[in-house]
């Protein structure tokens, strides 16, 4: 049985730890609804990697949007092989591109069964 991997950088692992504190500073388990909501979000682009949007960068790779559906947040993602690499986890509200230079970032890698 393989497995697919999905990775976050580093900075989009923060992204999240944020936005959970946030939201659970708002209300009690929010947080925990909120990572439930991009774990949830996360397999199904592990089930269909091109479903999000093309972001346009001057970059070879092609890098893609996910929105989440009730919190105002996207995903940013690149594919590589067998990995869906999670670049940004940005707040709808805040600057669009911010995100970019971090391209060459080293990931962190997580496995999920398929």
């Not at 940013?76 to 707040?91: G, K, N």
């Amino acid at each position: 049985m393989s497995q697919l991997l999905f990775e976050f950088l580093p900075l989009a692992e923060s992204e999240l730890a944020e936005a959970m504190t946030y939201y659970d500073a708002a209300k009690p388990g929010l947080g925990t609804e909120f990572s439930a909501e991009l774990l949830h979000a996360i397999h199904l682009l592990l089930d269909n990697p091109f479903a999000g949007k093309i972001t346009r960068l001057p970059a070879k790779v092609a890098y893609r949007e996910y929105l989440l559906r009730r919190f105002p947040y996207r995903i940013i993602y690149r594919i590589e092989d067998d990995v869906l690499l999670i670049v940004a986890i940005i707040y709808q509200g805040r600057r669009p591109g911010y995100w970019r230079n971090r391209i060459q970032e080293a990931p962190a890698i997580y496995a999920v069964a398929a």
